[in-house]
């Protein structure tokens, strides 16, 4: 049993042409790392909340969302309260407005450990000590008694991870965390998080619009458009042959995380905006931005998301495509463990 899973989960807001997310199937298992990729406004947050049951107010959401076999989908508070405080936890991507700025990183810390598990004062905060140091931070007893300006981004960013492990979670769900931080602190934050998976066999779902990242951190990719799963793979099949336009251009687009050798590959961005909750498509969400997209075919119906080779790939022309992929398709190869 998958310790995450999503089954044609849809969820609607009142007033837009089109559903925030449509039908997602998607699952994590224990001691796997998933990705979930896309550009602003796909819908990727939205997915990452509700396995937590934190669905937009006033949504109309059909489906199923299970953590560890519990039903999230018109749950009970008890139910919502044993997942967050006992089964999943969030690292969400900007660790200030997460932390309250006039209480010590110590109060934030050992506040779930006192208030939902009845522990004492004194063994929450060796607890909270603790993960301050797992997390890298040398002098825990010294940031346990600093408030959130004196501590940089990077630095938060580890104090937001220690405050999501507080609760020996089973699945941790990571939100972008490493966007509002600079290059050398975005591998700093994924080596911790990428060590403390695999030591505590967490299954781990990762947000972000960076495909590369992705790569070098996961086993499999979703890649979201539009509120729909375009097209998901083990991460290395999906680097080698793109079975989507859509992946092909995210591929295209995105600067290597690696130096290639030689002349390095000029980069090809995807032409046009991505669709907004207020526009809609009865074919293809992407077909408007496809350079493959054939009249009569991709514009009539919404492609199913269906099994090519490794892949599961929503595309109508997927089969025909094929064959061109490896000239037309694929921008390069990488070693994602690399």
Known sequence: MALLEYEKLSIALPGMARPVLDGIDLTVSAGEVVALVGESGSGKSVTARSALG??????????????????????????????????????????????????????FLTESLRVSHGW????????????????????????????????????????????ALTAEPRLLLCDEPTTALDVSTQAEIMAILGRLQR??????????????LAAAACDRIYVMYAGRIVETAPTAELFATPQHPYTAGLLGSSPPLQAPEGPPARLTPIPGSPMGLLDSAPGCSFAARCRFARPGVCDQSPPPLERNGEALVACHLADELAPRRPTHMRWRTVDHRN
């Open 199 to 212: 030591e505590r066999g967490l299954g781990m779902l990762l947000i972000t619009h960076d495909i590369e």
């Open 120 to 163: 004492a004062k004194d063994r929450a905060r060796a607890r909270a000590a603790e993960l301050l140091g797992a997390v890298g931070l040398p002098d825990p007893a010294r940031h346990l008694r600093q408030y959130p300006h004196e501590l940089s981004g990077g630095m938060l960013q580890r104090v937001m991870i220690a405050s």
């Open 54 to 107: 934190l669905f937009p107010a006033g949504a109309s959401v059909v489906g199923q969302v299970r953590v560890d076999g519990r039903e999230l989908v018109g749950a009970d508070a008890a139910d919502l309260r044993a997942v967050r405080t006992g089964t999943a936890t969030m690292i969400f991507q900007d660790p200030r407005a997460g932390i309250n700025p006039v209480r010590r990183i110590g109060d």
